[in-house]
């Protein structure tokens, strides 16, 4: 099943009523947090008869900017569905545009990396101010670097945008990180690089020992996720009533919704340690990443109910994880994601409601 955590009032949907100013963000997650993702937008846009891609702000990492990007583009959550159905889009965006998401970005496994360090810039500054950095970020200058490309992802956006830079009055953000410096970018924000939709896309889909950095600007970029899964925080400021962060790559952590129970956040994440039993290696690193993206996520949900913001979290569970598998980059697998996510979000979000 799929959780939602609400931390004030409910949505508010209503055809000709004016509702709150809402945020959307899309984590990162691969190709089948993205399946997952596509199964919760269709959820959310069900229940409470709101269209994402009306957020005010929509803010995407990683797979969640590819879906972010073609959410303000005019693609709905039922189209993304049928794409990924391999079913015919005919109307909008989407109408006409082929891409083989099993294929498009090499398959399950990534191409021999590089026999060198991705990041030497950033290694260093990250050696000298430690506390400066996640830990990811500062792993992500040791890893070698990648030599997939993410040029189908831009191929895909470019077929859904109306023009090459960055629309007028957009609401999409998308996150990266300097691969200099290791300084998190959203582009589409004022300040930032000048990027087309697509460029800033690639740069954020840059898994670093997987694939090659993408240029923007005579700069090198990787994942946005290399800073956070969701990078959450970034709603604040933005004048925002509620936001819904849909995170692919946390944990559901009570049964009722809430992710901090009486109890204690450490209570509610050991519990979880023990009924999900990963088998294998790579299982358990997935895991143990699950679990330091909650609490990262938790972290950054509080920073916005600080500031008065609302929060709607929805996050796969273990019915979900089951299919998901530790590869979330496993083509055989994506179908059944996005099936498995359509069901435990439409009861989630009808439990909650």
Not at 93 to 119: C, H, K, M
Not at 238 to 257: I, N, Q, S
Request: with cysteine.
């Amino acid at each position: 099943m799929v959780t939602q955590v609400s931390t004030g009032d409910g949505p508010v949907a209503a055809s000709g009523v004016r509702g709150p100013r809402r945020g959307l963000v899309l984590g990162g997650g691969g190709m089948l947090g993205a399946a997952w993702t596509v199964g919760a937008l269709c959820a959310v846009e069900e229940a409470t008869g709101w269209r994402p891609g009306d957020a005010e702000v929509i803010l995407g990492t990683s797979a969640g900017a590819i879906l972010g990007s073609l959410l303000a583009a005019g693609v709905g959550p039922a189209q993304l569905r049928d794409h990924q159905r391999g079913l015919p889009v005919t109307e909008g965006p989407l109408a006409g545009v082929e891409f083989d998401y099993d294929t498009a970005v090499g398959g399950a496994l990534p191409p021999r990396p590089g026999a060198r360090i991705g990041s030497p810039g950033l290694l260093r500054n990250a050696v000298r101010h430690p506390r400066d950095y996640p830990f990811l970020t500062m792993v992500s200058a040791m890893v070698p670097p990648g030599r997939g490309s993410v040029a189908p992802v831009g191929d895909l956006v470019r077929a859904t945008a109306d023009e090459d830079g960055w629309p007028a009055g957009s609401p999409l953000r998308v996150v990266a990180v300097d691969y200099r410096n290791g300084r998190r970018v959203v582009f589409g924000d004022l300040g930032a690089p000048p990027a087309a939709v697509a460029e800033a896309v690639m740069a954020s889909c840059a898994i670093p020992g997987w694939f090659a950095p993408a240029e923007v600007a005579g700069a090198r970029y990787v994942d946005g996720g290399c800073w956070s899964a969701t990078n959450a925080d970034l709603m604040g400021g933005r004048d925002l009533d509620e936001v819904y962060v849909l995170a692919p790559m946390a944990l559901r952590l009570h049964p009722e919704g809430r992710t901090e129970p009486a109890r204690g956040m450490a209570a509610a994440l050991r519990e979880w340690k023990d009924r999900d039993r990963p088998r294998g290696v790579l299982a358990q690193l997935v895991s143990r990443y699950r679990r330091t993206v909650t609490r990262q996520l938790l972290r950054e949900a509080r920073e916005l109910r600080a500031a008065g913001v609302r929060v709607q979290l929805l996050a796969p569970t273990l019915a979900d994880l089951a299919v998901m598998g530790p590869n979330l980059m496993d083509p055989a697998r994506r179908p059944q994601v996005l099936e498995t996510a359509l069901l435990t979000s439409r009861a989630a979000l009808a439990a909650v409601r």
